[in-house]
């Protein structure tokens, strides 16, 4: 599939669609592009059919994440949004006369319907079950995330829009499939251990935080604080990070300041919730006050949702396989977990966890 065939086709698409919103659908530039559009199509088919899915705010175009930005790709997004359906399949046999129809039905305000090769709506099904890989939702969410942490550094600010826009994906996902055990990532390489780590620690974090009713933009900053809590560990050095046995004294003193590194460096950005420093301070803190960072302040008690991204945190670290050890099996941290109770982590959320995840998987 050719990306810059898609982007061409996507760009005649709004071309006609906005033309016909201004004039009408008989406008010379509304036939033009939509002759253009319906003469690409052919060659994009895949199994005689092009989908388009809008799925948190990602564009998924027969079954692959669509990653190329643009105008005109934005405003494809916000004209689904607004007709509000996420999908758009295209059939094998659509003549330029349908397709006429439905760059009109897309302009006007009315609701749009499917046409005998051109299917609209929403994406009801779980993920998995309706043909549109789970993964590829995940893994434009994870591409945001890779790209924005490559961009970090001392001096540069994040692209919290790319984050953003992330957890948005991520919200997505866990609406569609509610096993967050079939949502969170194997880490396939040694490389892409930070960014599926922090990924799979966001999923986990709004899992938690949805079961108990979290909504909206605190929702959403609960997802960004997850995906940011172990930045820090970006600016620790790459022989203390990479090392593939046990650190020693000095290192693990290196090691133990990513907490601080983060949080400072979060608090100085303008556009990054508060809550993210709270939580990349405080995620390595236990619920009876010990842990790290150590404060002045013992006894202090963690933000809740530092303790929730300290459960997450846990459970993802475990069920990875590093390099100094084995990976563990769900039962086994779970069980862990709950010896863990009252001490490490908060009793009431360690219940909340394990009880939500009895009623998505079998597994525990
Ligand atoms: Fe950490
Ligand atoms: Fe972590």
Request: with cysteine.
């Amino acid at each position: 599939m050719s990306q810059n065939k898609i982007s061409s086709l996507i760009s005649h698409i709004v071309t006609a669609v906005s033309s016909c919103s201004l004039y009408s659908r008989a406008h010379p530039v509304v036939e033009e592009f939509t002759e253009k559009a319906v003469g690409l199509i052919d060659g994009l088919f895949l199994n005689d059919s092009l989908s388009f899915f809008l799925l948190g705010a990602s564009l998924i175009i027969n079954d692959m994440p669509f990653s190329e930005k643009g105008i005109h790709i934005n405003n494809f997004k916000k004209r689904m949004k607004k007709k509000k359906i996420e999908k758009i399949v295209i059939k094998k046999g659509v003549d330029l006369d349908e397709f006429r129809n439905f760059i009109s039905a897309m302009a006007s305000s009315d609701t749009i319907a499917s046409s005998p090769h051109i299917a609209v709506g929403i994406v009801e099904v779980k993920l998995g079950e309706s043909g549109i890989d789970a993964s590829a939702l995940l893994n434009a969410g994870i591409e945001k995330v890779k790209d924005a942490y490559s961009q970090v550094s001392r001096f540069k600010s994040l692209d919290m829009v790319s984050l953003e826009d992330a957890v948005i994906d991520f919200i997505a996902t866990l609406k569609k499939e509610l096993n967050v055990l079939r949502i969170v990532s194997p880490v396939k390489s040694h490389n892409e251990y930070t960014f599926v780590h922090a990924t799979n620690v966001s999923v986990l974090t709004l899992f938690q935080a949805e079961s108990l009713g979290l909504k909206g933009e605190k929702l959403h900053n609960i997802g960004l604080a997850g995906l940011l809590h172990d930045c820090g560990k970006l600016f620790v050095s790459t022989a203390v990070l990479d090392k593939q046995a046990k650190l020693d004294a000095g290192e693990w003193v290196e090691m133990k300041n990513h907490p601080v590194l983060g949080a400072m460096y979060l608090s100085k950005l303008t556009d990054v919730p508060p809550l993210a420093s709270i939580v990349a301070f405080e995620h390595h803190m236990k619920f009876d006050g010990s842990g790290y960072p150590e404060t002045k302040k013992s006894g202090k008690k963690q933000h809740i949702v530092s303790q929730m991204v300290a459960i997450a945190d846990f459970f993802d670290a475990l069920r990875t396989e590093r390099p100094y050890r084995k990976a563990l099996d769900v039962p086994t941290i779970t069980g862990m977990m709950k010896e863990g109770s009252g001490k490490d982590f908060n009793p009431l959320l360690v219940e909340n966890f394990l009880s939500s995840l009895k009623k998505v998987t079998d597994v525990i």
